[in-house]
């Protein structure tokens, strides 16, 4: 695979995002191919999230997008980590879509912030997912290299 | 090991430690212990690459083509040190021929190649439209150029002066209105800037060079597909298993896109 392949994909879709991005999300940095920042926000009137915004951090790797990049949540300032059953209190964020097998080299930054959106959207679980305060304190891995159980794939 | 082999990996060790300089010298030596090795002609081509020898580099492939004619690199290479000397349709033909031969030896320089054949397509296309423009502007001139001589002419023969600032008005005008078409249609040239959803891979977001169809009917560039599939087969659309032998060439959507890119070279990205 040729190196750069990953950063003339990222350069095209930086492009298409600086013109135009879907409402509730936001570009907020990227100044390079490794790392980018967005933040995004539930644009109905789910009042969990109402009036917040969220910020997630993209970190990809020499093959994206054949590889998914790695999303999380940070919590910096006023952006706090989404109560959601399936988003733990350090932004590891469980969804297939961004795991080794639920990824699709057909997905994108675009696509992947309006999944978390949804996800967010169709959520009236005021939760952590169970266990999170020992994954919190115990985990180690990447998240790309956890292995979710999804169990749950409607929320 | 025979001593040819020796002389090649000790060649290979400098190259990889970047002194291309003793590489080059020590393909040169293994050539001379066997001249009958296609793999020492390229060996060599690939540093004579970095040294920038390019005439060099088109005479060490053509030797290896000559022991081998469907050497993938030595026709990677041409297209390099051919795109280096701006020959354009040189480096594209031997560009083309080493896609060719990557996607039925479904070889891993594939993702490599491809953006090859786009960049030897953006540079030709430049470079004719660099003509075109020094054409189009050079016509300009001319034009604008005849149209004073004629008023010069014109007013030659009044005495009037009155009547001559009246003339010289009357072709300031004509002056400006052609002036004006040409530069008419040079902006109408840079609007017309939009690559198609139809002509762009949906993994690399490029042009498509050698589009391949799958079992659910979308395409995908033939080296962004097989790299998902070397890791997931499956289809990226649908999720069902897919394969590479499952992959048929889309030849009216390559057509498409080959006349595309022949129009718009500045959409062929690398």
Known sequence: MVANFASKRLGKELQKIQSSLPPGITLVSAENFEEWLLDIQVLDQNPLYQDQTYRLRFRFGSSYPIEPPEVTFVKKGDRSIPMHPHIYSNGIICLDLLGQQGWSPVQNVESVCMSIQSMLTGNNKNERPPGDEEFVRSNKQRPRDIDFYYHDNAV | ?270
């Open chain 2, 1 to 270: 090991m025979s001593r040819s082999m020796q002389l090649k990996e000790e060649g290979n060790r400098h190259f990889q430690s970047g002194d291309f300089v003793s590489a080059e010298a020590l393909y040169s030596k293994a050539i001379i212990a066997d001249p009958k090795n296609p793999a020492l002609y390229t060996n060599r081509a690939m540093a004579r690459l970095k040294m920038s020898l390019w005439d060099s580099v088109i005479t060490d492939c053509n030797q290896c083509l000559e022991l081998a004619p469907d050497n993938m690199k030595a026709h990677y290479y041409l297209a390099q040190a051919y795109l280096a000397l701006h020959d354009y349709d040189d480096a594209l033909d031997h560009a083309r021929r080493a896609h060719e031969l990557c996607a039925r030896t479904n070889d891993k320089s594939l993702a490599a190649v491809t953006a090859q054949v786009l960049r030897c397509k953006k540079e030709r296309w430049e470079d004719m439209e660099r003509r075109r423009r020094r054409e189009g502007s050079e016509l300009e001139i001319e034009v604008l150029a005849l149209l004073e001589r004629e008023r010069d002419g014109v007013l030659r023969d009044m005495t009037d002066d009155g009547e001559k600032k009246e003339v010289e008005a009357e072709w300031e005008q004509k002056l400006e209105s052609m002036r004006r078409v040409f530069e008419k249609a040079r902006a109408a040239e840079e609007r017309r800037r939009k690559v198609p959803d139809w002509a762009v891979d949906d993994i690399s977001f490029q042009v498509m060079v050698d589009p391949v169809i799958t079992k659910s009917g979308n395409s995908y560039e033939r080296a962004s597909i097989m790299e998902h599939l070397r890791r997931h087969p499956t289809d990226p659309l649908t999720r069902e298993p897919l394969t590479a032998a499952d992959l048929r060439p889309n030849l009216a959507l390559k057509e498409a896109c080959a006349e595309f890119l022949e129009e718009n070279g500045w959409a062929a990205d690398w």
